[in-house]
């Protein structure tokens, strides 16, 4: 467009006087120099363009090996743990507590069990704002995972001293302690009362 602009121009010129050419002479050098310029400022955006999408590349390129050199020292700090401790990435469920069972459960464990769920319920007061209290512990199961992971069933009832609201409700919670310290990882309540 620019340059079948200039090419009219040339032509005028062949048709004029000289002092009407000098004017359009001068039009036309300012045309080329601005289509000159502006062809350069494309194409230095083009290389600005391409630079960037080079370095993109190689930071995503960086990047990945990166991750691929964490990843693989993970894995190796993972497997050496499992050489020094196999049983503690082995995924081994035991009932920790049943209520109606016939099985003996020492003193310790009981306690133990108890106080994991008055933990659970003071996380879930404090969640929902509600005061439960715990009324009996269900069944407790355990199992070691990056720590030990506990999942009660238990029920429990509000303190607001109103008779209609002392209904029990059941809970399940997660309980998860990974070798320095104790989080509950859920303590939802249950559809169901017991």
Request: net charge positive; charged share 40%; aromatic share 8%.
């Amino acid at each position: 467009m620019k340059i079948s602009k200039i090419l009219r121009h040339v032509k005028k010129l062949e048709d004029e006087k000289s002092a009407d050419q000098k004017l359009r002479i001068k039009k036309i050098v300012r045309q080329m120099k601005r289509l000159q310029e502006e062809t350069e400022e494309r194409e230095e955006l083009e290389t600005i363009k391409k630079s960037e999408e080079e370095m993109m590349k190689k930071f995503l390129e960086e990047a990945i090996i990166e991750k691929e050199k964490r990843d693989k020292k993970l894995r190796e700090k993972r497997e050496k743990l499992q050489k020094l401790y196999p049983h503690a990435f082995h995924i081994s469920q035991a009932v920790w507590y049943e209520r109606d069972s016939t099985d003996f459960y020492s003193l310790e464990r009981i306690q133990m069990v108890k106080s994991y769920a008055r933990i659970a319920i003071h996380v879930f007061n404090q969640r929902q704002w509600t005061k439960y209290s715990v009324v009996d512990v269900i069944k407790a199961n355990s199992h070691m995972d990056t720590g030990r992971k506990v999942i009660l069933k238990f029920t429990a009832n509000i303190d607001d001293g109103d008779d209609d609201a002392r209904r029990v409700e059941t809970f399940i919670a997660c309980i998860h302690y990974p070798f320095n310290k104790l989080r509950v990882l859920s303590c939802p309540l249950h559809s169901y009362r017991d």
